[in-house]
């Protein structure tokens, strides 16, 4: 309460402060700020429990964030916790518990509106106050399902890559003079990026942007992921988290042969073979079982590892029937044996489709795991239309009918389970498996249903190219 100094001529007049804004409105909000309060609003009164289900499995599957202080922030100085970083968090984890069991009958969002706020509350940040934590935003934006922009996602992990060379997330931090939780939280999120960055490149069709001569980071250990008194569940979550980086690393030797625009030198597959196997034999306890056995595929991040590995595998065919394809000293007989291996790769990774549940199904997947199924089936589809001339005998074939039980699965998991990792490849195949079925089923086709039929039937191998974009297959657009 004010009181002027009187005139002498009238009574003091009393003033009282108030506040001008209403009550809720921030002085001075910034623009991510805003559309994270509007988020936040969406989803209440959830967001406990989402941020519990991004701790109990994502986090541990890729660790992100340190839990600890995490929390003891975001109850005391939630003010000071990235508002892009919370609202990806957020946006990351719809998918998970719109189709979870306990919270599956809630009321749920639009998780693609989400998804928008979320992206401009990133990128408002990115431009004003580019750090660490934008870095930890962008790989859960990144990583975010399902995937609908490729070069959105691709611009942002440059974006990622580049900070983090300029904060030295590259170099070991070990021997710095800075406390024990920072160094690990430091390698945590370069370890994440390293695999982002590897899968990213082999799904989108463009180099990696991380060089390894460019960074000194050791490997993750349990040590480094895990405190003291982790309990032996959290031990082999950890431990398939190591696996995927030491597999992402056999992905970057393959990645160097697959971009490697020297045609002159030669692509031996034994360097990318024999660092597959090293691996393999490298691998102990629950890690090994889930890639030799295919087995404890409960275990959270399970499934996903062994995604990635049967990927690998498949990989690893199509780098060797390119190979051959290019040799001249390289018969007929040895083709034809590459590409029975590469069938026999495909059809192990649609047996593991088929066989999962809907635990697996709700539990953690890189989003770029999604691309495995298409350039899976565009595999077959190609030796099925390089080995056959007529509709009913292309239907006949193996791997045709391989890639059809593909759609029927990938169909299945998304109507019963909204498993949205089947979703690029329906996109891009599913309309070609149904009409070749549709064509073969009838006796005499009609010239509407021949145009797209006859252009995939021909001879010439070579011309399949412009329909199915060659091995390594960079997915279109959607």
């Known amino acids: 309460?004010?009181?002027?100094?009187?005139?002498?001529?009238?009574?003091?007049?009393?003033?009282?402060?108030?506040?001008?804004?209403?009550?809720?409105?921030?002085?001075?909000?910034?623009?991510?700020?805003?559309?994270?309060?509007?988020?936040?609003?969406?989803?209440?009164?959830?967001?406990?429990?989402?941020?519990?289900?991004?701790?109990?499995?994502?986090?541990?599957?890729?660790?992100?964030?340190?839990?600890?202080?995490?929390?003891?922030?975001?109850?005391?100085?939630?003010?000071?916790?990235?508002?892009?970083?919370?609202?990806?968090?957020?946006?990351?984890?719809?998918?998970?518990?719109?189709?979870?069991?306990?919270?599956?009958?809630?009321?749920?969002?639009?998780?693609?509106?989400?998804?928008?706020?979320?992206?401009?509350?990133?990128?408002?940040?990115?431009?004003?106050?580019?750090?660490?934590?934008?870095?930890?935003?962008?790989?859960?934006?990144?990583?975010?399902?399902?995937?609908?922009?490729?070069?959105?996602?691709?611009?942002?992990?440059?974006?990622?890559?580049?900070?983090?060379?300029?904060?030295?997330?590259?170099?070991n931090p070990l021997d710095w003079d800075i406390p024990t939780p920072e160094k690990h939280l430091r390698m945590k999120i370069w370890w994440a990026l390293f695999v982002h960055d590897k899968w990213t490149s082999l799904a989108h069709g463009t180099p990696p942007r991380i060089a390894q001569s460019h960074q000194d980071v050791p490997p993750p250990t349990v040590q480094f992921l895990c405190h003291p008194d982790s309990t032996e569940k959290e031990l082999q979550v950890a431990s398939a988290f190591i696996a995927l980086v030491g597999l992402t690393g056999v992905l970057n030797v393959s990645?160097?042969?697959?971009?490697?625009?020297?045609?002159?030198?030669?692509?031996?597959?034994?360097?990318?073979?024999?660092?597959?196997?090293?691996?393999?034999?490298?691998?102990?306890?629950?890690?090994?079982?889930?890639?030799?056995?295919?087995?404890?595929?409960?275990?959270?991040?399970?499934?996903?590892?062994?995604?990635?590995?049967?990927?690998?595998?498949?990989?690893?065919?199509?780098?060797?029937?390119?190979?051959?394809?290019?040799?001249?000293?390289?018969?007929?007989?040895?083709?034809?044996?590459?590409?029975?291996?590469?069938?026999?790769?495909?059809?192990?990774?649609?047996?593991?489709?088929?066989?999962?549940q809907a635990t697996q199904l709700n539990d953690f997947w890189l989003s770029v795991g999604a691309f495995t199924y298409p350039s899976t089936v565009n595999f077959l589809l190609r030796h099925a239309l390089e080995t056959e001339s007529s509709p009913s005998g292309l239907a006949d074939t193996l791997s045709f009918q391989l890639a059809r039980q593909f759609i029927e699965i990938l169909r299945l998991h998304k109507e019963h389970h909204g498993w949205d990792m089947g979703d690029v490849c329906l996109a891009q195949h599913g309309e070609i498996v149904d009409k070749v079925l549709a064509n073969a089923a009838a006796d005499n086709l009609c010239a509407d249903d021949m145009f797209d039929l006859q252009d995939f039937l021909v001879q010439d191998a070579s011309i399949l190219d412009q329909y199915f974009s060659g091995l390594w297959d960079p997915p279109q657009n959607l």
Request: charge should be positive.
């Open 255 to 356: 990645l160097q042969q697959i971009y490697n625009t020297e045609k002159h030198k030669s692509r031996s597959t034994l360097q990318i073979e024999l660092a597959l196997h090293a691996w393999v034999d490298s691998l102990v306890g629950v890690s090994r079982r889930i890639i030799v056995r295919g087995s404890n595929l409960d275990l959270p991040g399970a499934s996903n590892l062994r995604l990635t590995y049967l990927s690998m595998k498949l990989l690893l065919d199509k780098i060797k029937l390119e190979s051959a394809k290019q040799d001249s000293d390289c018969s007929e007989e040895q083709v034809i044996n590459i590409y029975l291996q590469g069938r026999q790769s495909a059809e192990q990774i649609l047996s593991f489709t088929q066989d999962l």
């Open 1 to 171: 309460m004010v009181v002027p100094v009187s005139s002498g001529r009238s009574r003091p007049v009393l003033f009282t402060a108030v506040q001008k804004r209403p009550l809720g409105i921030a002085t001075h909000p910034s623009p991510s700020a805003e559309k994270l309060e509007i988020v936040e609003k969406l989803l209440e009164p959830n967001l406990g429990a989402i941020i519990d289900a991004y701790f109990h499995t994502i986090n541990k599957c890729v660790p992100l964030l340190d839990e600890g202080s995490f929390r003891r922030q975001f109850k005391d100085h939630k003010e000071k916790i990235s508002p892009a970083l919370l609202a990806c968090l957020y946006a990351h984890m719809v998918v998970y518990c719109i189709n979870s069991p306990p919270s599956a009958s809630r009321t749920w969002p639009d998780g693609r509106f989400i998804w928008n706020l979320a992206n401009e509350a990133l990128y408002s940040e990115l431009h004003l106050s580019p750090g660490v934590s934008i870095i930890t935003a962008i790989l859960l934006n990144v990583g975010g399902r399902p995937t609908t922009s490729l070069i959105g996602n691709g611009i942002l992990l440059s974006s990622a890559v580049s900070i983090a060379h300029s904060l030295g997330l590259n170099r």
